[in-house]
């Protein structure tokens, strides 16, 4: 094959390859991309409320889904959607962050052989929470930690029960949609029972929790919106009872005054008035131009009448004005006092007369801080009152608000709070509730949210607990279950592997229908593989018998001769060799002798071939009659050229067997057809007698060379030496 064409192949195979690749890369992002809309849209159009303004975000079903049945990249893909969705909801943009991570290492883990709801309650452990906790103290600046608690703990909740809807979803999911398992190894069938029960146990726990817990905070919001109410209500009717008992005082004294004519009555009256309503801190008659005339206490109405006259004119005050136009009693908005004491105060007036005509009015300054003694709210709650022009009356002493500030209220959000209004007062946070007084006062009664918050996240501990004690259980139960499920099985391999008989008595305890199948087909399998093995058996050793046979055969016939059934070359010297070695070392006289037939070629060519085989096996015969003894070897050296060892006898005796050998070669013969073949043999033999020096390839030369010597001088004789 040419190089061009062996490259044209390799590009072809690169082509096919490439094609694939991006073939299956563009079905994973277009599966990302599919999960991924599903994610997003479900984040950006519902975030399911659980409690204020905090929310489930249930999208990350699909990223956990579409990681499970397409791997890493499309769920990287489905991730970026679904907190876009998200960010799109919350303007949140951290989000992101933590599900990228919760993705990442969800698979890392998974590929390590942990189970899924595992590996996420392990992220959310080890990075979800120190991460969420770091964005919202840092980026959102939280300070309550309470709050921190309460919206770490539900973000880990929000992935724990995203993860266990996907698996809860994931057996209802087409099978086509799977394309390849991302944990290395599969899973014990006890883990799988474990996860299964764990998920069906976790998700309804936790949905049942999150909405009791939400129905709980629901619960205690409505109750503080009733404190908040009720309180703010009691101090609203206390406030309008202090001011209508001090308006009757007044109007009262208007009505003493107006019988009295007499200045000195008239100071007596005012300090009788005085020191039965400790509410006022000044009071004071005017006459009917708004000249004080007279006022309590004395000390400062005496400094008052060392100023000149013009200080002593309140004819521009509404406590004048106002009575004098209406002829009625009048409560005023909050005000600094002027010459007669500097409080901020509430001025209660009533006009007095003498003869049914005008006289002057009488007032009495409220003492505003007396508030603080219908104020008993305590620490978890501040009042504060404000009058109709927004100045503020009072206010308990742990806002800090100095009385006649106006009060800029800054209503807010908070985002655990779902139906309470909530105010900023001095860079603080407060739930409250306000009523309107009939004077127009606006009361509020303020809480700090802690209350509200501690009792969602005492909520959310609870539930907590609960899960990992549910867990710890379903872990221990189903831990039982599913060694009672695997048990009988792995009893069963276990009898099949060590190939011990599989029980034949049903397992009744603990086993099932299909278990006890699984049984009885093993126990079949078990006996057709035992016939099998004994089959299997008996013919593995028929055959080695055979291939014992054969190969005794084989060696039998590489050592010996096929024609004449005596050994060849190759048997006749293993046979020899030893035993030529012990004979000299026994100083045992051994002759060897070789043999070759006279002039056999004129019998091959004259009488063929198969003649000459005839007459090879006749010799071959007689070599075994001649010599047979065991210590006599015979053997066919090759072609007509034949070896005889004598390691037994005397030299004498082995001459006259070789002899005897010689005459009966020559004086037998071969029948061939009708044809008498007649044959001579010519023989070299040599003894060892008395030098035992002599090696085995020795002993053969000296043979070979006396063999020569028969033949050149005349054949059908022997020659022989020894030494
Ligand atoms: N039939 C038959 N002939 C064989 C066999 N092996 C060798 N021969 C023949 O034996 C003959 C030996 O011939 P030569 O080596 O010339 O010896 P020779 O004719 O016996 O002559 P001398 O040994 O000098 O007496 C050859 O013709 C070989 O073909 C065999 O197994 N069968």
């Known amino acids: 094959m040419r190089w061009d064409s062996i490259s044209n192949i390799v590009q072809w195979g690169a082509q096919d390859l490439n094609y694939y690749q991006k073939d299956y890369l563009k079905k994973q ?17 519902f975030i399911i409320p659980i409690y204020g303004h905090l929310g489930l975000h249930m999208g990350e079903v699909f990223v956990f889904l579409c990681l ?56 959310w452990l080890i990075l979800g929470l120190p991460i969420t906790y770091v964005v919202i103290t840092y980026f959102y600046q939280v300070t309550s930690t309470d709050f921190t608690q309460v919206i770490l703990i539900k973000q880990a909740i929000n992935g724990v029960l995203n993860i266990s809807l996907a698996l809860l979803v994931q ?42 817990s939400d129905s709980n905070a629901q619960q205690s919001e409505k109750e503080l919106e009733e404190i908040l109410r009720i309180r703010a209500a009691h101090f609203a009717e206390l406030s309008s009872g202090y001011l209508s008992y001090h308006k009757k005082a007044i109007e009262n004294l208007s009505e003493v005054i107006s019988e009295l004519q007499d200045e000195p009555d008239q100071e007596a009256t005012l300090n009788h008035w005085n020191s039965n309503y400790s509410g006022f801190l000044t009071m004071l008659i005017t006459d009917e131009k708004g000249l004080v005339i007279e006022g309590v206490p004395e000390e400062r109405f005496e400094k008052l009448l060392a100023l000149p006259e013009l200080s002593r004119l309140v004819s521009d005050r509404d406590y004048f004005v106002k009575p004098k136009e209406t002829n009625q009693s009048f409560i005023s908005e909050v005000f600094l006092g002027r010459g007669f ?11 007095y007369y003498s003869g049914g005509v005008f006289k002057g009015v009488v007032e009495g300054s409220l003492n505003l801080p007396n508030f603080s003694d219908i104020d008993a709210t305590g620490n978890a709650y501040s009042v504060i009152v404000v009058d109709k022009s927004g100045k503020v009356i009072y206010s308990s002493p742990a806002l800090n608000i100095k009385a ?74 189903t831990r039982r279950f599913a060694k009672q499920i695997t048990r009988p099985l792995e009893r069963l391999v276990r009898y099949f592997e060590a190939q011990r008989p599989v029980p034949t008595r049903a397992m009744k305890y603990l086993s099932s229908e299909e278990v006890e199948s699984i049984r009885l087909q093993l126990i079949n399998a078990q006996s057709l593989m035992i016939d099998y093995q004994e089959k299997l058996k008996d013919e593995v050793d028929e055959k080695t018998k055979e291939l014992k046979k054969t190969n005794e055969k084989l060696e039998l016939l590489s050592r010996q001769d096929q024609l004449t059934n005596i050994f060849n070359r190759r048997g006749f010297e293993l046979a020899t060799q030893k035993v030529f070695k012990l004979a000299i070392r026994n100083h045992n006289p051994v002759t060897f002798a070789v043999l070759d037939v006279d002039n056999f070629k004129t019998i091959n060519d004259s009488l063929g071939h198969t003649a000459g085989d005839k007459c090879l096996e006749y010799i071959g015969e007689t070599l075994k009659d001649v010599f047979k003894r065991d210590t006599d070897f015979v053997g066919r050296y090759g072609g007509e050229e034949f070896v005889v060892m004598l390691a037994e006898g005397s030299e004498a005796n082995h001459l006259h067997l070789l002899e005897l050998f010689r005459a009966t070669i020559e004086n037998g013969s071969v029948c061939y057809g009708k044809q008498s073949i007649k044959m001579t043999i010519s023989i070299g033999a040599y003894t060892v007698r008395d030098d035992f020096n002599i090696s085995y390839e020795g002993i053969i030369k000296k043979s070979d060379e006396l063999l020569y010597v028969s033949k050149s001088s005349g054949k059908n004789k022997i020659t022989h030496k020894s030494q």
Do not use: H
Not at 34 to 42: D, K, P, S, T
Not at 440 to 461: D, E
């Open 171 to 212: 057996p209802f999911l087409p099978s086509r949609l799977y394309s390849s398992n991302i944990a290395n190894k599969l899973p014990k069938l006890s883990s799988r029972i474990f996860e299964l029960s764990l998920i069906c146990i976790v998700f309804p726990t936790l949905l049942i929790t999150l909405i009791l």
């Open 29 to 45: 992002v277009v599966y990302g991309v599919l999960f991924g809309i599903f994610a997003f849209l479900i984040n950006f159009n």
């Open 404 to 477: 006649l500030t106006v009060f800029a209220q800054q209503d807010m959000t908070l985002a655990y709070s779902s139906n309470l209004p909530a105010i900023e007062v001095n860079e603080r946070e407060y739930l409250y509730k306000q009523v309107t007084t009939d004077n127009g006062w606006v009361v509020k009664v303020l809480s700090k949210p802690n209350t509200l918050i501690t009792a969602y996240k005492n909520n959310f501990y609870k539930l907590i607990l609960t899960l990992i004690i549910i867990s710890i259980l379903a872990l221990s139960v």
């Open 341 to 351: 004491g500097n409080d901020p105060i509430i001025a209660i007036s009533a006009p």
């Open 68 to 123: 499970i049945f397409r791997g890493l990249v499309p769920a990287i893909i489905a991730t970026l959607l679904s907190s876009l969705g998200l960010f799109l909801a919350t303007e949140n943009p951290s989000l992101l962050i933590t599900t990228l991570l919760q993705t990442l290492v969800v698979y890392f883990l998974i590929r390590r052989g942990f189970l899924i709801l595992i590996a996420d309650i392990i992220y």
